[in-house]
């Protein structure tokens, strides 16, 4: 015969402290499966659209038969020391890059070190080089993107100087400075402080040692 049992659930700030541990654990395990990643993404979209940098995309297959195009952005992390990340497409000169990027991120002192070696390198060479960045391997870190520069002018001559290695290392280093805001924001949304918000905005309950209840 069908019994009904009552169960006490609480909210995360009804719990005795390690009960609120075990719900916070429960999130990060679980409950904690968006794609997180999206504004760092689009922070480092406008970022590479205002380098010069075309990124590829890739076709992402949704529910009900639908697509979208997403950036060839890849990361993996954050515990082991293969970890980082990587992106594939097409970077040339743009004109005022350096000057837009720090309008665009004035604080960000890495991101100007970067586009002035950009500009530097396109200056010694009158403006005429790109670059074609593909990924290699099964790893994503800034070192499995290979990264072919050419000069495009119309009288093919050579890369002047240590252009082409100051173009490859700020690639390599706008990939790697990529893998530190996402580190930055997966830290702070899982943080103590972040996950209580958001099982205290959710409404989550739980049972009285912190389990997932309701």
Known sequence: MPQVIATTVYHLNELPAGAKNCARAWYREGGFDHDWFDAVYEDFERIAEILGIRLNTRTVRLVGGHTREDPCIWFSGFWSQGDGACWTGVYSYRKSSAADLRVYAPKDQTLHRIA??????????????SAKVTHRGNYYHAYSMDIAVTRDGPFSQEIAGDAEAIIVDALRDLASWLYRQLEREYDYLTSDEAVDETLIANGYTFTEEGRRFG
């Open 116 to 129: 002035g070696r950009l500009q530097a390198a396109q200056r010694q060479n009158f403006y005429q080089l």
